[in-house]
C-alpha cells in the first residue's frame, strides 16, 4: 500500500464507490427489462422478481455507500461480490428455466 490512511484513498475509492452504483443501475435497469420481457411466459410472477430485482439493486447501492463514503471506509472481504455473484446466477438460471418451460409448452 502507499501507506496513506483509508480516509485518504483518493479517487480510488470514488471510482470504486460509482462502479457499485452502475452495478446496482444495472441490476435495476435489468430487474425491469426481465419484468417486460417475461410478463408473456408467467403473468404477474414477473413483476413479483422485477420488485425483488429492484429491492437487491437497492441494497447494493446502499452497502456500497455505506462502505465507501468518507471516513466510513473499511476493509471487507469480498461478500458484497460473492453475493451479487451468486444471486445474479441464480436469478439467470431461474429465468433460463422459465424461458425453456414457455419453450416446451410451445412445442
Known sequence: ????????????????????????????????????????????VAWVVTVLGLVAAALVVRVALRRYTGGAWRTAGGGLVAAVAVGSAVVGAVALLVVLAGQARLV
Do not use: D
Open 1 to 44: 500500500m502507499s501507506g496513506r490512511a483509508p480516509g485518504e484513498q483518493g479517487l480510488a475509492l470514488e471510482r470504486t464507490r460509482l462502479a457499485w452504483r452502475r452495478t446496482g443501475l444495472g441490476l435495476a435497469a435489468g430487474s425491469v427489462a426481465a419484468g417486460r420481457l417475461l410478463q408473456e411466459l408467467v403473468g404477474p
